[in-house]
């Protein structure tokens, strides 16, 4: 019987093949196709991995480059010990400090307080150190200068006009004596000249090195003490008989408004702060506190028994 019995063994259907192969094509196929997805993903993962590296390297140029500056600046910055007759305008001269001493008491404000003429032995100063900033990021605004007791001239204060070597004073039973030792005069009272803004020169120059000892001349109250423009650091004195005394350039005050002060107590110390060519101390005798109303210096000092 034909094919009773017997199992003949089915020809594969060309297209049926096809098919399975193309299935199984379609399979291996699949696999490329999804090794490409997965390469093309991991490309994409591994794409971000390069730009933390890069970041991590800027990040530590940034903080090399940081740290390189901040050694350079700490070489730049020094402390300064502030000894007996410095003044700021002294210090940023003898220190080379940009911007003088406005820089200087800027960039020391904290230390040295509101009245930049007030400096004391042993304080210590940063030279080169920038002005700290605000909480905004801001740099802190240049203090101003202290308000003057009172208003100040343009009083350049020639040290060399005149020079006139005059017997040393001697201190009086009346309490009174000379403003300084020695007492040589360098500019005299009322010397001429467009130096002055009124004309003249309304007190009298004495000799005086950096740091000299300045006295008050007589009995007294102070005034004033502290900056006063074109005088720099002065101190002002009304005495018991009713006039006055100033003292103008110091490099630094002993005495405050308010105080008591004998003939022959120190006061201050001779500078050049201000409106100065140099070292020296101007004096003068007043009817007044305020500029303006000068009176002969030398006269009301022999007047009291001191001879100039």
């Known amino acids: 019987m034909p094919g009773k019995g017997k199992h003949r063994r089915p020809r594969t259907n060309p ?22 997805t997965g390469a093309h993903a991991a490309a994409q993962t591994a794409a971000p991995s390069v730009a933390p590296e890069r970041a991590v390297s800027a990040a530590h140029t940034t903080a090399a480059a940081q740290t390189a500056q901040q050694a350079a600046t700490a070489k730049t910055v020094k402390t300064y010990s502030v000894t007996a007759g410095d003044y700021l305008a002294k210090i940023a001269e003898t220190q080379k400090v940009s911007g003088g001493w ?7 404000r904290e230390a040295v307080g509101d009245n930049p003429s007030l400096i004391h032995p042993g304080l210590k100063l940063t030279i080169g150190a ?42 009086a039973d009346s309490g009174y004596t000379a403003p300084v030792d020695g007492a040589t005069i360098t500019t005299p009272y ?4 467009g130096s002055w803004a009124s004309g003249y020169h309304t007190g009298v120059d004495f000799a005086a090195a950096s740091g000299t000892t300045v006295k008050s001349v007589g009995p007294g109250t102070v005034v004033s003490a502290g900056w006063a423009g ?31 002060v004998a003939g022959g107590d120190q006061i201050g110390l001779s500078g050049s702060t201000g409106n100065s060519t140099g070292p020296h101390l101007h004096f003068e005798i007043r009817t007044g506190p305020s500029y303006g109303s000068d009176v002969d210096p030398l006269a009301y000092l022999r007047e009291h028994g001191v001879s100039i």
């Open 130 to 171: 920038k002005a700290k900033a605000s909480s905004e990021g801001k740099a802190e605004a240049t203090p101003k200068k202290a308000t003057p007791a009172k208003p100040a001239p343009a009083e350049p204060a020639p040290e060399a006009d005149t020079t006139a070597n005059e017997p040393a004073a001697q201190s």
């Open 190 to 193: 009322r010397a001429a000249g």
């Open 102 to 108: 406005q820089k200087l008491y800027e960039d020391n």
């Open 230 to 260: 074109s005088y720099g650091n002065e101190v002002v004195i009304k005495h018991d008989d009713g006039q006055y005394s100033q003292y103008g350039h110091l490099s630094s005050l002993s005495v405050s408004a308010g105080q008591r």
């Open 15 to 36: 297209i049926t093949r096809g098919f399975v192969v193309a299935g199984t094509g379609g399979a291996a196929i699949a696999i490329p196709l999804i090794g490409a």
